[in-house]
């Protein structure tokens, strides 16, 4: 008698499990929609959540942490522009202090030798051939050559040295035949000499030496400018009040007034 008992639990625990497993994987099926109503179904199983959602939300944090280390160096960038700026207004600052203190050590002899190293320079220049945007850079180095011999006649050696040096600074500028590259092989080249000058009409300064850069101010007719370096046909200028910026070559002249400089 046990022993059919026995049997019989057995029997009835194991039909017991297939019917929990058969509900089991019946409950994990999809739910199912008929297409067509009254019509033989076709059923489509729905997903319970959308394909790669995991994927996409990881590449989407991707993308903004890409995005923001993106935005600090952007952030750094601009930081080291702004002192790298005040650096070269400094430094031209002070270019033009030491060479003022040269120049005003500067000997007939001295004075003499550079008008003349600077008179083959530029008779050198003028026999070659010229592009139309330096012709106005020869004429403005012809003017700051006669400058100098008018104030060597004087016996104002030091005012002859510093026209003289601006001369040759230009004509170093128009012979180098790196301008002439494509502009995003040029470098930018800085000039022997501080070379003064003054616009020839209202300007614009920009940031970069480009027409397409962000202007950084408007420049009135004949302000002053200190011209210190050089890309292409751009010259890097500063305002007396030491703003920095671009300013093409054709909307400058060099100074004419007479300068504080005395043997």
Request: net charge neutral.
């Amino acid at each position: 008698m046990l022993r059919w008992l026995a049997i019989l639990a057995v029997g009835l625990s194991m039909a017991g499990c297939a019917h929990l497993k058969q509900q089991s994987e019946s409950q994990e099926q999809p739910e199912t929609i008929a297409l067509i109503p009254d019509e033989p179904t076709t059923n489509i199983p729905i997903p319970e959540k959308l394909p790669c959602v995991k994927q996409h939300q990881a590449e989407i944090s991707h993308l903004r942490k890409l995005l923001a280390e993106k935005d600090k160096l952007i952030q750094m960038y601009e930081t080291r522009q702004q002192d790298l700026t005040q650096v070269l207004s400094e430094t031209a600052t002070e270019v033009s202090r030491t060479q003022t203190k040269l120049h005003r050590l500067a000997t007939q002899p001295g004075a003499a030798s550079k008008i003349a190293e600077v008179e083959v320079a530029l008779a050198s220049l003028k026999q070659g051939e010229s592009a139309e945007s330096d012709r106005q850079l020869i004429k403005e180095a012809q003017r700051l050559l006669s400058m100098a011999t008018a104030a060597f006649e004087r016996n104002n050696y030091a005012n002859a040295m510093n026209h003289a040096a601006q001369s040759q600074a230009l004509i170093e500028m128009i012979a180098n035949p790196n301008r002439k590259l494509p502009d995003s092989q040029q470098a930018v080249v800085s000039l022997r000499s501080l070379v003064l000058l003054r616009t020839t009409d209202d300007s614009q300064l920009y940031r970069e030496p480009s027409d397409k850069a962000a202007v950084l101010s408007m420049l009135n007719k004949h302000t002053a400018l200190s011209a210190n370096a050089y890309q292409g046909n751009w010259l890097r200028v500063q305002t007396n009040d030491g703003q920095l910026g671009w300013i093409p070559n054709k909307q400058i002249e060099v100074r004419t007034e007479p300068q504080n400089l005395r043997h």
